[in-house]
């Protein structure tokens, strides 16, 4: 909860741009709740607020430039405007601390993950005595690790449904942090020690988010399917547990999770998908290369061989229903043309549902930035990019082929204007310098430089005019195994569950009209 001692009738004006994963997502949702508690209304732009947050990501450079550049375009604005309060909230915040300060020495607060908390109370600290503030978590190396842990966790306060991008789908983090530590990734360094959050903390959140009306349940962690939590009484909670706790939940139609790590795919947790009709046989399983000497330099723990193994665990036991997605870096420190073909021939093989591609960006902090060379030219990365997303996009329009002509289940969303650009983005290959890119992707585990929430409110107002001006609207949805569909309906439909008979597919989307309740009771659901 807040320590600020704002009074609640002032009113502040909030302007907060998203990047990163849905884990920011979720944080920016609780920060911009908090501060609505405190009297704050959002903007829609940097000049109508006096108050301008950047929740950030440090995944790849690219995602910190970007964050940069935004920060340097506010240089004049804070000369103007010097009451103008900035802040620096994420991941980069945790990583560059005071380093922001030096870049970009108009910025008033840098606050890490673990701190969001506080971040009321250092805009009330700036707007009373002026200064710079910093509220950063301990590093890994920083104190005794229950120290450590406390420092990341995560404030998840009471939640509220006006501040949710779609109020029938929330994200509900089960777990923070990571300790796998692969060698490319400044995660395990930006949100701290693996935890497992108390399963009676996650239950009664997940009960208040389907009183507020949530259908779709997205359960976040960076592993999440490692998920642990053992209780003073030594019961041990694994996710498929919490799976089944959730599942009883009257509201709540819908149960995902993401992102999940291939070695603890195990047959509990399938078997659990497969017995309960709310869990989405949707995986996000990133596999990041084919080449098991290229995944043996990025320690992630398993070889091609049981990254199959587990494909086949899946097979068995979802059969065709499963929706299987991956990630991969091209150009990791020493990749040979021969090392990527080899993650070529397994998407070929594994013939994922879609792939997230990234070209390999060196981060300070990392074993692999301070062990192994950079050495793969740009031009390799991007040509090798190119190919992997040309392939994969062949197999995932190939594949979405047996949807032609079925009926299939779908969430409606919204507007379906965000997803065009973003699927467009994709084909172009231009999407690689995004950190994910399908934007509103409650299925993959990052997001792209596009989220904001005030989109919400830019939706509803494109959505009202629509409606004032008589044109179709052309929404968005997404079937249980994670599909974009994309048909034309009224405002009305938006946040129910609805039958759609598919006609065409272009690309990653399916194109589908709605059809009757009698008619889709005939055919089965997808
Ligand atoms: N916890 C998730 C993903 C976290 S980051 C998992 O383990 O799968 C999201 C994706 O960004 C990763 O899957 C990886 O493909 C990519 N990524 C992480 N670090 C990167 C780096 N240094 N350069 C390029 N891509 C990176
Ligand atoms: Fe990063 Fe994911 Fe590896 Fe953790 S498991 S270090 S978050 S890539
Ligand atoms: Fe942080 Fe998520 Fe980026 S955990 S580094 S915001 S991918």
Known sequence: MSTSTANP???????????????????????????????????????????????????????ENKTY????????????????????????????????????PYVDIVVGPGQLQQIPGLIDKVRAEGGKHTAVSLGRTDGKLM???????????????????????????IQIGCDKFCTYCIVPMTRGPEQGRHPQQIYDEAVILADQGAKEIILLGQTVNSYRHVDKDKTETRLADLLHKLHDINGIERLKFV????????????????????????????????????????????????????MARINETLGDKAAVSSDFIVGFCGETDAEFQETVDLVEECRFKNSFIFKYSERPGTKAHDQLPDDVPFEVK??????????????????????????????VE?????????????????????????????????????????TTQQ?????????????PLQLTGRTHCDRIVVF????????????????EVCGLTLLGTAVSESKADLISLV
């Open 147 to 173: 120290d450590i842990k406390r420092s990341h966790e995560t404030f998840d306060p009471l939640r509220d449904p006006t501040m949710r991008p779609t109020p029938f789908q929330a994200f509900l983090r």
């Open 459 to 471: 939706d509803a107002a494109r959505l009202q005019k629509q409606q004032f001006e008589g044109k």
């Open 382 to 411: 991007r040509r090798r990019n190119n190919e992997l997303l040309q392939i994969q996009n062949r197999i995932s329009e190939e594949d979405n082929q047996k949807f032609l002509g079925r009926t299939v289940e779908v969430l």
């Open 69 to 104: 550049s935004a920060l340097g375009r506010l240089r004049q604005a804070k000369k103007d405007n010097p009451e103008k309060i900035i802040g620096v909230m994420g991941c980069m915040a945790q990583k560059d601390q005071k380093l922001i300060f030096k870049r970009a």
């Open 414 to 454: 919204g507007p379906s204007k965000r997803h065009d650009a973003a699927v467009n983005e994709i084909k172009d290959g231009k999407a690689e310098d995004l950190n994910r890119v399908v934007v509103g992707d409650p299925g993959a585990a990052g997001k792209s430089d596009l989220v904001q929430l005030d």
């Open 9 to 63: 009738a002032a009113t502040h004006k909030l302007y907060i741009e998203t990047v990163g994963c849905q884990m920011n997502m979720l944080d920016s949702e609780m920060v911009v709740a908090d501060l609505r508690r405190q009297g704050y209304e959002l903007a829609d732009n940097v000049t109508d607020a006096d108050t301008i947050l950047f929740n950030t990501c440090s995944v790849r450079e690219q995602a």
């Open 488 to 503: 034309d309906g009224s405002p009305r439909l938006i946040g129910q569950m609805l039958p759609i008979g598919v006609y």
């Open 259 to 310: 992102t999940s790590y291939p070695k603890d795919m195990g047959y509990d947790l399938l078997t659990t998908i497969r017995d309960l009709k709310k869990c989405s046989p949707y995986l996000h399983v990133p596999l990041q290369s084919g080449s098991d000497a290229v995944l043996k330099r990025m320690k992630r723990g398993y070889t091609v061989g049981e990254y199959r193994d587990m």
